[in-house]
Structures are given as structure tokens and as C-alpha cells.
């Protein structure tokens, strides 16, 4: 038995769940610490600054490291070493942050924590690409992400919510972070993926995945912008508290909408961009604008979701790792660059600036709709039409179709069994009736069967 089959986890998805969420939620606090302590030496708008803007570059390079590096060699990059020593040099780092009295360490180790930061993201996200299938990559993502936000909004409120500015906060870090390592015993490299044409694929060509990095990009800027809006009468009464807990259920809510269907979660994306305008256009109104904040991170997870999810699909479906942590990329450099427009621009400049991003990722956004989902809408009648056919050819009940069109699609059965909430031994058992009825003997002759009758039809 190899070492892959003792150590990799029976339930993935699960597994990937917890990885991702706690990974976040210590690495999330980690980020939070780092920036109270910068407070005590700086004023607010400095560290801003530095933590959302410079950081957030420090970040983008970490991300962009593990993407090539999964380019070069996937096999150890989506093995244990990497994330293990990233995080023990990102506990190191929060130490120094922590017990140092030097401004200049406190910086320096902050930006070399977030490149860590960095390749921990790159290296837990690229997995949704490679380990889980695409009707189950958002509900991974939004509780994992879910749990991480409201992780750290809990453990802000010991000590009247100032624990995280206290120095007791790195032993929590610790203890976090060891609960990590010990997950990662379990984590093996990705399976191998078939790789596909780069640029012949019309549906995510060369072209389309520019556009969509583009987009992606512009979307984090619009975002970061938006938000930097001042919140006026609503500065009272919208706390972190309310703004993590609505954010938390908003990531969830987004990765079931986004697993049932993408474009519905491409389009709640889109709408989160409006509600910072309508929030600044209620004016004195407190009900109306802490109203229009809270709905305005609710539909955040779907942004969030959304710059995740596009990447890990094209990933999965290239069978190119390298690309899946691009959304994450191009996220981080564009909320860097929103952060630094805000930090120059106030009042109608920064409004004007703003408006003027929104109707361009608008008119792109909608470009790269029509290029992804379009296709899709179009292909997937089609095949739909050739299953229901094919199927009332040998005439499968309706459990047997559910299963055939599973594994049409490649899926075992262990996966089907996941996907539709059954017993593996209830899906073998129908697995059975369908080779009986179709007279085949196996899945492989099954498929292929299916392919050859719709190259004559």
C-alpha cells in the first residue's frame, strides 16, 4: 500500500474545508495582529496603507510563487513541505511582530510574513481545482471561509474585543497554527491531471483567461474603492461584529448559489459592486444605509466566491494548477491598487474615479459572461438533449439516469454516491441495472458507446 493511500483523507472534501478555514482563520488573525501592533508606532492611514496595500503586494508575489512553482514541479509544491515551512516562518514572523520594539522589525517581518501569508493561500486554494469536483468547489470554499471570518471575529472579544492587541494573542496563533501542521499530515500531492490544449480550447482560449484576470482585477479595485467611501451617519452603527457575521453568511449562501449554478453567483458578484453607491445615496437615512452595508457584505461572499471559483474552474478543466490561484492574484493586486487610489483621492474625486471603474468592469464583466456561459448554456442543452435520448433509448428510470449522467461525466462511484447524497453500494446496484440494459460490460465501454451513438446522430 502506498503512502498516498494512508494519507489521504476519506472525506476531501471536509478535509480541504477545514484546511482552507482554519488556514484562514490563523493566518487571518496573524494579519489582523501584525496591523494593531504597526497602530501603536503609526497613525491609521499609514497602516492602511502598508497592511492593505503593500502587504496585499507581498501577498500577490507569495500567490504568484506557488503558481509557478506548480507549473514547474505540482507533485512537491502540493506536498506538505512547502506549507509546513511556510507556516512555521509565519509564526516566527508573528513573534518577532509581537515581543519586537523596533518599528523597522515589525515591518520587515510583516513583509515577509504576508509573502508566506501568500503561499499558504496559493498553495490550499489551487486544491479546490485539483481534489474537488465543481458542483461541491463552492461550499468548500464559502465554509471554509466562513468559518475563518467568524474565527476571527470570536477571538477579538476576550478582554472587551482588545485580545488581539494584546501579546497573549500570539499562544492562540500557536495553537492554531500546530492544529494546522497536524492537518497536514494527511495532505498527499494532487492527483494527475490531463492537460488539455492551452489555446485551442475556444471556450477558455488564451484571450478569455486575459479578460477574466482583467476583470478580476478591476472588480477588486471597484471593490476597494467603494468601501473606502465614507459611511456617514452609519459610522455608529455598523460594527465588525455585524460586518463579519453577514460577510460569514454570505460566503456560504454564495458557494451553494455558485455549486447550483455559476451564473447566478457571476451576477450576485456583480451586484455586490452597487450597494456602496446606494448606501452614499441615502444620505442621512441610518436606517436605510446601515441597511444597504449589512446587504452590501452579504453579496460580498459572492464577490469573494466568485474571484475564486472562476480560476479553479478553468484550472480544473485546462488540468493546468498553475492557473486556479489567478482570481486570488489578481484580487490582491487590485484590492493594493484600490487601497492606494483611496488613500489620493477623497470626497467627488474618489466617487467619480469610481463610477467610471464600475461601468468599465461592467461592460467587460458582461464580455466575459457571454464568452464563459454562453458556450456553456448552448453546450449543455445540447448534451442534456443527448443523455435524455440516450437514456430512454435502453429506458433507464430515473435513478439510473441521474447515475448515467454522472458517469458520463467521468465521476466514480464513490463521488457519485457523494454528489447525490446516496450509498456507494446503492449506486453500484444501479450502475449494474444500466450495463444490463444497455448490454455493456463496463463504464469505460459505456462512455463510448455513448460518444459513437451521438457522432452518428
Known amino acids: 500500500m502506498t503512502e498516498e493511500s494512508h494519507t489521504r483523507p476519506k472525506n476531501r472534501f471536509l478535509y480541504f474545508a477545514v484546511l482552507i478555514g482554519l488556514g484562514f482563520f490563523w493566518t487571518g488573525t496573524a494579519y489582523i495582529v501584525q496591523a494593531y501592533r504597526m497602530l501603536q508606532f503609526l497613525d491609521g492611514d499609514t497602516v492602511n496603507l502598508l497592511v492593505c496595500g503593500?502587504?496585499?503586494?507581498?501577498?500577490?508575489?507569495?500567490?504568484?510563487?506557488?503558481?509557478?512553482?506548480?507549473?514547474?514541479?505540482?507533485?512537491?509544491t502540493g506536498g506538505r513541505i512547502l506549507p509546513f515551512w511556510a507556516t512555521i516562518i509565519t509564526v516566527v514572523c508573528v513573534a518577532a511582530t509581537v515581543f519586537s520594539s523596533s518599528l523597522v522589525v515589525i515591518i520587515m517581518t510583516g513583509t515577509?510574513?504576508?509573502?508566506?501569508?501568500?503561499?499558504?493561500?496559493?498553495c490550499y486554494l489551487t486544491r479546490l481545482a485539483t481534489d474537488i469536483p465543481?458542483?461541491?468547489?463552492?461550499?468548500?470554499?464559502?465554509?471554509?471561509?466562513?468559518?475563518g471570518s467568524v474565527g476571527t471575529w470570536l477571538m477579538s472579544l476576550p478582554m472587551d474585543g482588545k485580545f488581539l492587541w494584546n501579546s497573549n494573542s500570539f499562544f492562540a496563533i500557536v495553537v492554531l497554527a500546530a492544529i494546522s501542521l497536524l492537518l497536514l499530515r494527511h495532505l498527499s500531492p494532487p492527483p494527475k491531471q490531463e492537460r488539455s490544449d492551452y489555446l485551442l480550447s475556444p471556450l477558455f482560449s488564451k484571450k478569455v483567461i486575459w479578460l477574466a484576470a482583467a476583470v478580476l482585477f478591476l472588480l477588486s479595485l471597484q471593490n476597494t474603492l467603494g468601501f473606502s467611501f465614507p459611511l456617514k451617519s452609519a459610522s455608529g452603527s455598523v460594527y465588525?461584529?455585524?460586518?463579519?457575521?453577514?460577510?460569514?453568511?454570505?460566503?456560504?449562501?454564495?458557494?451553494?448559489?455558485s455549486d447550483k449554478n455559476r451564473r447566478w453567483g457571476a451576477a450576485c458578484c456583480l451586484a455586490?459592486?452597487?450597494?456602496p453607491f446606494a448606501a452614499l445615496a441615502?444620505?442621512?437615512s441610518i436606517?436605510?444605509?446601515?441597511?444597504?452595508?449589512?446587504?452590501?457584505?452579504?453579496?460580498?461572499?459572492?464577490?469573494?466566491?466568485?474571484?475564486?471559483?472562476?480560476?479553479s474552474d478553468i484550472s480544473a478543466k485546462k488540468g493546468l494548477p498553475a492557473l486556479a490561484v489567478t482570481g486570488l492574484l489578481m484580487g490582491r493586486l487590485g484590492e493594493a491598487a484600490g487601497t492606494l487610489g483611496a488613500a489620493f483621492l477623497t470626497g467627488t474625486p474618489l466617487i467619480v474615479v469610481s463610477g467610471v471603474v464600475f461601468a468599465l468592469v461592467i461592460a467587460l464583466f458582461f464580455s466575459l459572461y457571454q464568452k464563459i456561459y454562453s458556450p456553456i448554456i448552448n453546450a449543455e442543452d445540447k448534451e442534456k438533449q443527448r443523455l435524455s435520448e440516450y437514456s430512454s433509448r435502453f429506458g433507464l428510470s430515473t435513478r439510473e439516469q441521474e447515475i448515467f449522467n454522472l458517469i458520463i461525466q467521468g465521476m466514480s462511484n464513490a463521488e457519485i454516491a457523494t454528489t447525490l447524497y446516496i450509498a456507494e453500494s446503492t449506486v453500484k446496484f444501479h450502475a449494474g441495472n444500466i450495463f444490463k440494459k444497455?448490454?455493456?460490460?463496463?463504464?469505460?465501454s459505456l462512455i463510448t458507446d455513448f460518444k459513437l451513438r451521438n457522432k452518428v446522430q
Request: proline fraction near 1%; aromatic fraction near 16%; hydrophobic fraction near 60%.
Open 240 to 257: 465588525i461584529e455585524f460586518t463579519r457575521a453577514f460577510y460569514a453568511v454570505g460566503l456560504i449562501i454564495a458557494g451553494l448559489v
Open 112 to 122: 515577509l510574513m504576508n509573502v508566506m501569508i501568500g503561499i499558504l493561500s496559493g
Open 134 to 147: 465543481q458542483q461541491r468547489r463552492g461550499l468548500v470554499f464559502g465554509s471554509a471561509y466562513a468559518f
Open 287 to 311: 436606517a436605510g444605509e446601515t441597511t444597504m452595508w449589512i446587504l452590501a457584505y452579504l453579496f460580498l461572499g459572492f464577490w469573494a466566491a466568485y474571484r475564486i471559483l472562476v480560476f
Open 54 to 76: 503593500a502587504y496585499y503586494v507581498c501577498q500577490a508575489v507569495g500567490i504568484g510563487a506557488v503558481a509557478i512553482a506548480f507549473a514547474k514541479r505540482p507533485a512537491i
Open 272 to 275: 455586490a459592486l452597487a450597494f
Open 438 to 444: 444497455t448490454g455493456l460490460n463496463n463504464r469505460s
Open 282 to 284: 441615502l444620505g442621512s
